[in-house]
């Protein structure tokens, strides 16, 4: 009889549901970060593709030479520039995070990289449509757009879109990671 | 004996961790959606503004007469249409589920209206872009540009911008809440 007692006195503590493991990340976040996000060889990947093909733009678009005479071209010039730097400065930062194997799913640190990619995606799609919207007017007047000129701003701009569609994914993983660190974080 | 025996072969199931209100969000979610997400009367605001803005756009760009001419000024209006048309047809089921008292909390739901948010939020961005670019550049050539046919274009365009503006919010709220659903969802 004490022994049937004590089992009913002093009930087994309900055992946590799951056993923490040192470093898991907090429930409702991805065990790992998805290829393509902060601190991954995709997401350096991505990053380079997007510094790339910036950079192509610009080259592009500058030996046409009378990019300056649109306002249009000089502006893709100048978001490409912001873009590939943006690009280039995050795969580094990327590279050194998986050289000394540190985890980049930090809340304050990809909040940034989110605002970063919607700012620099948003001027750079911008730019590359105006300067398509630019290059099909002028192609209509054959003076201006002499020998190739029209398929290079085309090439140029072709490349700016490049770099826009290589950016989505890392802004959309981030924004993602960003608010699922954040809703971890309010959950009890 | 027996007693003793019954406790120990059928221990008591251990209790949920906490209560499950009726109605109450999952952890991790917002206990209210915020003004300006699905179901909210700041989102039927935030729609009304998109649509309202892309038919001002639509009806100013067309009453300039010239706008086949041009590329960018005809995707312009058929962008804006699709905003207008995306737009209303949001705000009429906000409504819908304000006066029937029904929240929009759906992840199915939100998932589609994130992605549609961000197609024509894309298409719109880029119409406006395109036909900023055109203008700026038949601005120089004051022989098109009579009267006031520029301050016309840049009229139309500036109102796809503001509904692009109004549009942004709309998205990122949206899609935080699809986010932070479906993380609750993979939360064990």
């Known amino acids: 009889m004490l022994v049937s007692r004590q089992t009913t006195v002093h009930p087994v503590a309900a055992p946590p549901l799951q056993v923490e493991l040192a470093g898991a990340p907090p429930p409702g976040v991805w065990m790992n970060s998805p ?43 100048a978001a490409a520039s912001l873009q590939c730097l943006w690009s280039l400065a995050l795969a580094f930062v990327y590279i050194y995070a ?5 985890s980049l799913l930090n809340l304050r640190a990809m909040f940034i990289f989110s605002v970063g990619d919607w700012i620099t995606g948003t001027l750079t799609l911008s730019a590359a449509c105006a300067s398509m919207g630019v290059t099909i007017v002028i192609d209509n ?39 699922t660190t954040f809703a971890s974080l309010l959950a009890p």
Chains 1, 2 share one sequence.
């Open 98 to 102: 998986l050289l000394v194997k540190r």
């Open 141 to 179: 007047d054959k003076k201006i757009c002499a020998g190739n000129l029209c398929a290079r701003f085309m090439t140029a701009i072709a490349m700016a879109f490049i770099s826009w569609f290589a950016l989505a994914p890392s802004f959309l993983f981030n924004f993602v990671l960003v608010v």
């Open 35 to 77: 290829q393509g996000s902060a601190g991954t060889l995709g997401g350096v990947g991505l990053r380079l593709l997007q510094a790339l093909s910036a950079a192509a733009s610009i080259a592009v678009m500058a030996s046409t030479g009378v990019f300056p005479s649109f306002s249009a071209f000089s502006y893709l010039i």
